[in-house]
Each structure stands twice: as C-alpha cells, then as structure tokens.
C-alpha cells in the first residue's frame, strides 16, 4: 500500500524528490545574510533531508536552540522541462525561510507547520544545473509563532518535547504547463451519489477546458467536461455510489486533465476521493446518516528517530494500524499537521480523523503567562497558515473534523479570545462546509459544532461526576456556556496513565504522566474503569491519552518505539466499548 508521492491526492508523473543528502551550516548571530551565504556553493555539515537538525535522521541530533540554519543543495533541472512552469515544494520547513537560486531570492514563506510551493521557473533554466540555498529562522522563545508540542527550554519536560527547526517534510520539484491546474476541490455529495469539483488554474486561455474521469477500478464510473475558467464548476453523478466508512474505505480513482483550445492535453493530476456524509444531531455524531461512536486516541506523531517526521512511509501506515489493532476507530492528530500521506493511509484503511494545528506558542493567550508578545504576528501568521492546512487536506475522506485551537484557556482578554475563536471557526467553516469544526479542544468554547472536554481525573467516580454535570460539563461555566447549544458531547482527552513495563529504562530523567500506575494489570483496570465511565456518560465519543510514549511522557498505549506494553486483546476490550444509545 505504499505510496510514491509527496502529496497522492495531487499527484503529476515524473516529480523530482529533493529528499536526501544536503548540506547546512548554522548561523548562531543571524549574521549569514550580512556574510553572503545565499551565494554559496555548499554548506560545511552534511545533513539528511526531510528531517529536522534536532533529530538522529538527519545525521545531526544537535538538540540545543537552532535560531537560524542555512541549507544547500544542487538542483539538476531536466531538460525536457524547457518551456514549462518550474515548482518546487516544501511539505513544511519551521519556521520562516528565505529561498535563494544562484544567490538570488526566488521565495519566502512564514509558518512552520503549512506546505508551501515557490515557482521558480524564472530562476531555472532547463538541461542546467543550480544552486538552492534556504536561510531559516526558528525562535520557539520569542511566543510569537505557533510551535506546538516543542519545548521552549532545553531540556524537554511534562509535554513538551524535543524541538523542529528547519525542514522536516518533503521537498520535491515538478513541471507543469502554463495552461494547468494549480487546484481542485472534490466535494463529495454521498446524498445524491455525485462528486462537485471546483478547480483553480494557473491560467484561463480562452477555449481551454477542464476534464475529469472518475474511476471504479478499471471502470469508468463518470466523466465530464467544462470550461477551465475562473469559478467553474462540475459535477458528475454516480451511478450505483459506494460509499467511503471504517471497514469498507472505498476510494474512487480521479483524473484531471487540462485541454488547450485544440483540444490537446497540456495538464495531467491523478487523485482519488470517497463519498461520505459527516454531521452532527441530536447531540450524536452521523456517518453516511448512521450514528458513529467515536473511539478516538491523542497521535502526536513524533518518532524517537525522526520526531516530527516519520522514519519512512511503512511508519506511518503502521501507527494506524497499532491505533485499530487497540480498539480504536479514529484519532486526534494533536498539536501538530500530519503528512498528506498519513491521511492517504487513513484514506485506505477507513480511519477517521480530527485534523489539528500546533497552535501552542502563540502569542494571543501566550501573553497571559509569558509576557509581552506580538499578538498582531502570531494571529497574522496563523491564519494564513490555517487556510493552507485545510485547504491541502480537505480532499481526504478520513478527515471528519478541524480543530483549529487547543485548551485556549489562558486568555487575557475574553471578549478577544471569543472573536478570534468565532472568526478562525466561520473562516473554517468557509473554507470546508461539509466537516464539522470543534473552535478549541478543551476549555474555552465561543462558537463550536462539538463540547469537547479534557479531564484527567483518576477516580471513576469523580469522573463520572464531572461529566454528568449538568448542562454539560464545562472548566469555566460562567464563560463557555452562552455558546453550548445541544452539541455533541465528546470527551477530548482523559486517561493519561502512566505505566513503564519491567526492564524498560525512562527515555529520560522527569519520566512523567498525569497518574502512575506500577503493573500492567492496575494499569488496565484503571484505563478500563475510566473508558467504562466515559462511555456511559451519555458522551458521543471520546479521545484517550496516547497512543505512545513519547520522550518523558509514558502513558501511551504502546511504547515509544511502538512496542508493545500490553497484550492487543486486552486493549481492545477497553477501546472497542460502545455505549448503548437505546438508554439515552
């Protein structure tokens, strides 16, 4: 089931990886610019690409604050490209970057956690060989940018962990015609049996068309044709539709091609789409009209080798897996954005996903406890960080729901803190209306299609009586509850039991988790005992603490290295409980 490309849901033949060897150098004062290192050749320190400088991957492991790196790297520009539009791609480089060909600036881009694309066809002579130099600055400590789970001291702690800097996801380089295609939503319409397209172009030459042929396998399930201009729109009807859910994924394969007035082919992206409905009702959630009990895990996906990239493709299809294996349907994508590929094996294995952004570091709540910052920055440079996220994933059927914001509690000013809420939820909302939104995870709700709620109480009976608050259980009542309308009630986070089998060694000193249990079997019971009772709070699903160990926080359900602590079967008989609805 692996899976080629950078981005299989947009996918061109004959891209170019860019991953691989590179070479760096890091730039302590800041002072590369002022020296002319966009000019150079190559860096002194080999270092392996797409992975951060922090991480064993990348040859480095340099683990202390990287405040700004420069990289190099040759690029050969294919010959046959003469006379195409040159892009080149970056999945996610942390934080902002400058991009230089030969010396001369081709790009930039701020945020650390979104994909990005340069077109550098003006910089890149075909049949030629250049020079691509990119000047990175991370500064995790000055609360102005969104960093997630990365720790803002030296030494991780609690949970927060190792640092990013730099490029930490894919680069790749490809060739298309002026006349093509830079986007294409694919909204699925399961309702009807029908896929709405509304694709965006490079260009719009008068007579050019825009082709589309979805597949059922070998066979042509329907195909059409319209205009490839400015707002246009096509939908096709699909006869006998399959629908996309858990244990019956199905996919259909998409072509898109792009046709000049003489009818020629001058653009070809392979995709693949499924057909599904996802709702709220009745405090419930709704897949494809049937109600779904959501037995979530928290992935934070960070690796012991890579961090916040995966080893290679067969890691991250196999974190699905161990997440089903225990008795899980779906996932929060915690604090950070996940690979397209991760969600194209989601896509194909039927697992479901509320998609999240590493928020944590801004500078709006930030304030409260951490000084002066740059409000007008941070907020600036998270929306148009969010509007990339949702916009490359919202094709993926296995994306049920955003989460733009995570336990915003620490607020300076309320009325503030609602309207960045309420603003970031309809911009959400607007940019992909057929997903629910959940405003934050936890805490603080202003405008929200799901209460979610985080508690790590130990005692079953204290969590029961928490939940069973009345009408919904909330952190802070007296600011939350002007927006609780009858939504679903969903557990975001709870458990959080630490446990370290026999003759397993703490990653590091501060080995920490919201409670410790000292066996397996105390550790089961307990997890058994708080599922049981979210279960049977009348919630609509519900989110455990985690799926891994990760670095000093060990109370994931496997280990670090995705080893196991506890036998699959005994797992699944926690996280496979549903609750029976008839009761409610």
């Not at 003469?82 to 942390?94: A, N, Q």
């Not at 589309?212 to 400015?230: L, Q, S």
């Not at 890579?306 to 008795?327: N, S, V």
């Amino acid at each position: 089931m692996s899976c080629s490309h950078p981005n299989p849901q947009f996918a061109r033949p004959g891209f170019v990886s860019l991953n691989g060897l590179w070479s760096c150098r890091f730039d302590p004062g800041k002072s590369g610019a002022e020296r002319g290192w966009e000019k150079a050749a190559e860096f002194e320190t080999p270092i392996s690409v797409p992975f951060a400088p922090e991480s064993k991957l990348s040859g480095l492991g340099h683990t202390d604050f990287i405040e700004c790196i420069w990289y190099c790297r040759t690029l050969a520009i294919p010959a046959g490209w003469r006379g195409k539009t040159i892009l080149l791609h970056f999945g996610g480089v942390d934080y902002s970057c400058n991009i230089f060909i030969d010396g001369k600036k081709c790009g930039a881009h701020t945020g650390g956690a979104s994909p990005f694309t340069v077109d550098i066809t003006d910089f890149a002579e075909p049949g030629s060989e250049h020079v691509l130099v990119l000047e990175v600055h991370d500064e995790v400590r000055s609360h102005n940018q969104a960093l997630g789970k990365q720790c803002t001291v030296f030494a991780s702690r609690g949970c927060s962990y190792t640092r990013v800097t730099g490029i930490w996801s894919s680069v790749w380089m490809e060739c298309c015609a002026p006349l093509s295609l830079e986007e294409c939503r694919i909204i699925p319409d399961a309702e009807n049996g029908a896929f709405h397209f509304e694709p965006r172009f490079r260009s719009t030459p008068a007579g050019s068309r825009f082709r589309v042929t979805v597949r059922d396998g070998e066979k042509v399930a329907a195909a059409g044709e319209t205009c490839a201009a400015p707002g246009a729109l096509l939908t096709l009807a699909i006869p006998e539709p399959k629908l996309w859910a858990p244990g019956s994924p199905f996919l259909y394969d998409i072509l898109f091609e792009v046709l000049d007035a003489a009818g020629r082919v001058t653009d070809t992206v392979h995709s693949y789409a499924g057909l599904r409905t996802f709702r709220t009702e009745n405090g419930r959630f709704y897949l494809n009209g049937e109600p779904v009990f959501l037995r979530m895990v928290l992935d934070q996906g960070f690796y012991e080798e890579g961090l916040w990239t995966a080893p290679d493709d067969d890691a991250l299809e196999h974190d699905i897996r161990l997440a089903m294996q225990a008795g899980f349907n779906g996932a929060r994508l915690h604090q950070k954005v996940f690979d397209p590929r991760y969600h194209y094996y989601a896509d194909k294995l039927g697992f479901l996903t509320f998609s999240e952004f590493p928020d944590w570091g801004m500078g709006f709540w930030q304030h409260f406890t951490h000084g002066p910052c740059d409000v007008y920055r941070s907020f600036r440079d998270y929306f148009s960080q969010w509007r990339e996220v949702v916009t490359m994933l919202r094709n993926h059927p296995s994306i049920i729901g955003w989460t733009p914001f995570n336990e915003t509690h620490a607020y300076r000013d309320l009325g503030e803190h609602r309207r960045i809420l309420s603003d970031v939820y309809r911009l959400t909302r607007d940019l992909d209306p057929t997903r629910i939104v959940c405003d934050s995870s936890g805490y603080v709700h202003a405008e929200t299609d799901v209460w979610s709620v985080h508690t790590y109480a130990q005692d079953p009976a204290v969590l029961a009586e928490k939940l069973a608050t009345k009408p919904v259980y909330a952190a802070e009542p007296e600011t939350e509850l002007q927006a609780w309308h009858g939504q679903p009630f969903f557990v975001g986070e709870y458990g959080g039991v630490k446990y370290l089998p026999p003759g397993r060694e703490p990653w590091a000193g501060g080995s920490w988790g919201y409670s410790a249990a000292e066996t397996e079997e105390v550790t089961l019971e307990r997890m058994r005992e708080l599922t049981a009772t979210v279960v049977n709070s009348g919630a609509a699903g519900f989110c455990y603490t985690q799926l891994t160990d990760i670095e000093q926080e060990q109370n994931g359900v496997y280990c670090y290295d995705r080893s196991a602590k506890f036998p699959p079967e005994e797992l699944r008989k926690i996280f496979a409980m549903k609750p029976d609805w008839s009761k409610y």
